[in-house]
């Protein structure tokens, strides 16, 4: 329910955000109207199409993305038709009579009827149709959290609910625009007999609109112009309520009680199946673990926080293994090159992970926990059931407390002193964060959730383009230089000299990287504020001149500012095409 209310306000905060700019023009068209007969209908035409679509989209199948490309490039013919009605109807009905019914003719049969009390919502919720497959809102943090759960956790009534719940949200906010707005509008027929005249700027605005979706500016140009950001507001939103958002834990949210307190029973451990393959191990049942304490690690190789909880993790699991202590890694992927089982094998080999490792690419154990995070433990009893959780990064000695109670409930009396979190050896990328310095979040570059993207123009999706960096920037923002291809997932340089950008404010700078299609590792070099990187501030994978090499599917450190930490422009130019790049997460 509070999933329900949180999605249905980030829809309302559609209405501050400059995305929902391209459709006001086609909603306002049909203002002049009965609201029962013309606007509602319109509206629940936009949710319902914007629900369909993106519950199909959630999916992540490659039929439904091109599907629904297709159907956008449909829907802009049919406003565009519908453009042209308003400006020129005697043009319309004589040049385009195949397009009539549902272009020239739209308005003026939905206000015939009107005027004769027939209603007109039939044509009025096909109008909404067509507007809804062009629509498409800022996805900011709630509707992130909306679509990532989607991809996360599969289609279902519960993710189309969820999505239903922000388009209604949306519209609602429409609604009370087109109130206020529609009053205006009829003011000016009735008092300045300016009917015709607002009827072809409506045409002209909604021709505009179209060439704006066209063009990909609804996406790019717009949101860099908008004075009001919705960002912060869903942010506080979902801050307020803690445990809903999926995804990369920075911050750290645990369900263990005090030392003096009973740990509490918060379920069953669910069966481990539907994996796709154990490393380290063979596969291992809920039975089998029966008289073990067991600590369930959610992790995914790629994950900087869970790269930086892996140490201790490795700790418990040599510490307390012959106590009766069994730690599992449940491998749960976030990228497509992460269900590689090869990929994985390489990285347990240079992480030395020891401890079996559960392939999770279907998702089977995550959804099992009804688990959102990277990293997240679950502390199982020697009876089956989980006492505990730790979601995120930190809590490292009361973790280790909870394993030693539940190991001394299971009859574990000589067990070794506890490890020391403070006294721990880090290096690289598994030295925990510098919070106090970092103002910088975790960023994708994929258009499905890319937040913050700076070059003029904005993205064009899944085709190569010529991007290049803004005059300006502003901290948190990023950019391609040169001719990439951007799809949901990464971006892809297909030509070599391309550069990515990215004003930041933090110790350490990372970057997920994965070399050409066909292996070839990719040559780059990194500049700081537009110099050749220093080596004090040179990462673990660049070397002293600034320089290193894309040779396999990660996460690369490229930063780690020993002083002067601040406000940097970083940027990486890539001396090979084919590069593929995935998120930034900082330290």
Known sequence: MMLLLLAYLGG???LLSPCILPVLPFVFARAGGSFLRSTLPLLLGMAITFTVVASLAAVGSAWVAQANQIGRWVALVVMAVFALALLWPAFADRLLAPFQRVGARLSARADAADDAGRGGAGTSLLVGIATG???????????????????LNGASASTSSLLLSYALGAVTALALAVWVGGRVFNALKARLGLGNVLR?????????????????????????????????????????VPGVQPGAAAMTSTGAAAADVPLPVEGELPALEGTTGWLNSPPLTREQLRGKVVLIDFWTYSCINCLRAMPFVHEWAERYRDHGLVVIGVHTPEFAFERNPRNVMRAVEQLKVTYPVALDNDYAIWRAFENRYWPAHYFVDAQGRIRAH???????????????????EAGQTNLPPPADPTAATLQGVAEQADMGNL?????????????????????????????????????NQWALRGRWSVDQESATLASAGGRIAFRFHARDLHLVLAP??????????????????QAADAGGDVQPDGTGVVDEHRLYQLVRQRADIGEHLFEIEFLDPGVQAYAFTFG
Not at 446 to 459: K, N, V, W, Y
């Open 516 to 533: 050409a299609a066909d292996g070839k590792p990719i040559r780059f070099r990194v500049l700081l504020d537009g110099k050749p990187l």
């Open 439 to 475: 103002r910088s979040p975790e960023t994708y570059l994929g258009h499905a959730r890319a937040e913050h993207f700076a070059s003029p123009g904005g993205f064009r999706r899944d085709q190569p383009f010529d991007y290049d960096l803004p005059q300006q920037w502003a901290l």
């Open 12 to 14: 309302l905060l559609t």
């Open 200 to 240: 072809r700027v409506l045409g002209v605005a909604a021709l505009l609109a179209v060439v704006a979706i066209a063009m990909g500016w609804d996406t790019g140009a717009l949101t860099r112009l908008s004075t009001v950001s919705t960002a912060r507001l869903e942010q506080g939103l979902l801050d307020a």
């Open 133 to 151: 497959l062009l629509w498409a809102p800022c996805a900011g943090p709630i509707l992130g959290l909306v679509l990532t759960g989607a991809a």
């Open 390 to 408: 730790q979601f995120g990064e930190g809590n490292y000695a009361h973790s280790e407390q909870v394993i030693r109670r539940l190991l001394q």
